[in-house]
């Protein structure tokens, strides 16, 4: 199982690009990468997914370099409310990401000032 | 359709009680999953299933029980609670073999054992 490691803690400001990197150096051929963003209260909510190169969706983008042993989520433009704590896993998706294969660490607590 | 939701929304236990927490989701997901989340940290999976019928052990299992008597139901019980599970208790659900693997949360349940 991929062990990942991200920042604590970010701050930012309206209207700026946020990038959010994850180090997972121990990646698995068969894994692939996934952002999830919590809001206090909340349940996590999945945000974007990615194997290789460049993901965009609505949301953000999703940078994975060649050798995929790092991440970098995207926000572009945040606001007040992308405030939220953002979380990197690694896993198989192909095996369902049943059981242990899904690891949730302590995230990245991204506070948007004005 | 209203997701994955978790019954009740908030409980407070005295030590040795012991309560059933039931998550429903309507998607017709075969994976289901129990997390706990403790103040300041990520999630931990305490329980899963992969099917109606059937469960496994996650990564903090000890002091819960669960099953799965049906497919859109996953209940997550505490024989003798003890106050190391204060902590708010997230269900989700999940479809294998998509495209895009993703994980649905319901809003948790906050349980405060005293």
């Known amino acids: 199982l991929a062990k990942t490691t991200q920042p604590i803690s970010m701050d930012s400001y309206e209207g700026q690009e946020v990038n959010i990197t994850c180090s997972h150096n121990?990646?698995?051929?068969?894994?692939?990468i996934t952002w999830y963003q919590q809001f206090p209260s909340q349940g996590p909510r999945f945000i974007i997914q990615?194997?290789?190169t460049k993901v965009t969706n609505e949301v953000a983008s999703l940078f994975i370099p060649a050798d995929r042993k790092s991440s970098t989520l995207s926000l572009p433009r945040v606001s007040l409310s992308d405030t939220a704590v953002y979380y990197c896993?690694?896993?198989?998706?192909?095996?369902?990401?049943?059981?242990?294969?899904?690891?949730f660490g302590g995230g990245t607590r991204l506070m948007v000032k004005p | 359709n209203a997701g994955v939701t978790q019954t009740p929304k908030f409980r407070v236990l005295k030590t040795g009680q012991s309560m059933t927490l039931l998550c429903a989701q309507d998607?017709?997901?075969?994976?289901m999953y129990w997390y706990r989340q403790d103040p300041g940290m990520g999630l931990r999976l305490i329980h899963y299933?992969?099917?109606?019928?059937?469960?496994a052990k996650g990564e903090v299992p000890d002091g819960y029980n669960v099953s799965r008597l049906k497919k859109q139901n996953f209940l997550l019980g505490l024989e003798s609670a003890a106050p190391s599970q204060t902590s708010v208790y997230f269900c989700?659900?999940?479809?294998?073999?998509?495209?895009?693997?993703?994980?649905?949360f319901g809003p948790g349940t906050r349980l405060t054992v005293t």
């Open positions: 989700a659900s999940s479809y294998p073999g998509r495209e895009t693997y993703e994980q649905y």
């Open positions: 121990n990646i698995a051929t068969n894994d692939y």
């Open positions: 990615g194997y290789k």
């Open positions: 896993l690694v896993g198989d998706i192909g095996r369902g990401w049943a059981g242990n294969m899904l690891t």
């Open positions: 998607m017709n997901h075969e994976y």
């Open positions: 299933s992969v099917g109606e019928g059937t469960t």
